[in-house]
């Protein structure tokens, strides 16, 4: 069965940096997109950023970019997030997610299997 | 970028009733749209995907219909096991990304 497991989460002063890491298993990892989803405490949901299959293809949402980076190792089955220059409105559990399209080149369509998430608080 | 809204932002119903929640996006999105449940302190679960597929293994009594900028998701007879907060995510299939909606939560009256 499908498992996605993130860890990596934790409280981190303002201009901090965090790395968060998604392994993977149940599936054929390499073969499918990844995102990152996170929700701040008592609000929506909120989509962070995409990697392709291969790692050829990033997309990041606007309120991260230039400061997060998507990342995965397909040998270790696990998927990154490092997440730089942190402000107090990363704070939020941070879901990985998955693609149930295999080779999927956009960061679109539905996503099928999530984790269980892990929370980032970014406070001095 | 395209903007998602969702009514009601909130609903109390009774066991049995049928419910049915309406997303609208700013722009054609064609039935690149898609539904999930999440429950207090769970990560979401899919149940709708393209607008009106039933994600494999979720009780018919969900359902979603629409295209374009009008959409509804629909739970036949509200059962317990639904409390939850309902989102819809569109995606206009190019590469840069997707948004949610705000979210509807369900509660039992």
């Known amino acids: 069965q499908v498992q996605l497991v993130e860890s990596g989460g934790g409280v981190v002063q303002p201009g901090g940096s965090l790395r968060l890491s998604c392994a993977a298993s149940?599936?054929?990892?390499?073969?499918?997109?990844m995102h990152w989803v996170r929700q701040a405490p008592g609000k929506g949901l909120e989509w962070v950023a995409f990697?392709?299959?291969?790692?050829?293809?990033?997309y990041y949402a606007d309120s991260v970019k230039g400061r997060f980076t998507i990342s995965r190792d397909n040998s270790k089955n696990t998927l990154y997030l490092q997440m730089n220059s942190l402000r107090a409105e990363d704070t939020a559990v941070y879901y990985c997610?998955?693609?149930?399209?295999?080779?999927?080149?956009?960061?679109?369509?539905?996503?099928?299997?999530w984790g269980q998430g892990t929370l980032v608080t970014v406070s001095s | 970028d395209i903007q998602m809204t969702q009514s009601p932002s909130s609903l109390s119903a009774s066991v049995g009733d049928r419910v049915t929640i309406t997303c609208q996006a700013s722009?054609?999105?064609?039935?690149?749209l898609n539904w999930y449940q999440q429950k207090p302190g769970k990560a979401p679960k899919l149940l709708i995907y393209?607008?009106?597929n039933l994600e494999t293994g979720v009780p018919s009594r969900f359902s979603g219909s629409g295209s374009g900028t009008d959409f509804t998701f629909t739970i036949s007879s509200l059962q317990p096991e639904d409390i939850a907060t309902y989102y819809c995510?569109?995606?206009?299939?190019?590469?840069?990304?997707?948004?949610f909606g705000p979210g509807t939560k369900v509660d039992i009256k």
């Open positions: 990697i392709r299959y291969d790692g050829s293809n990033k």
């Open positions: 997610a998955k693609d149930p399209r295999p080779y999927r080149v956009a960061a679109a369509g539905p996503l099928d299997y």
């Open positions: 149940g599936f054929t990892f390499s073969s499918y997109g």
């Open positions: 722009q054609d999105i064609s039935n690149y």
């Open positions: 995510q569109q995606y206009d299939n190019l590469p840069r990304g997707f948004t």
């Open positions: 393209d607008a009106s």
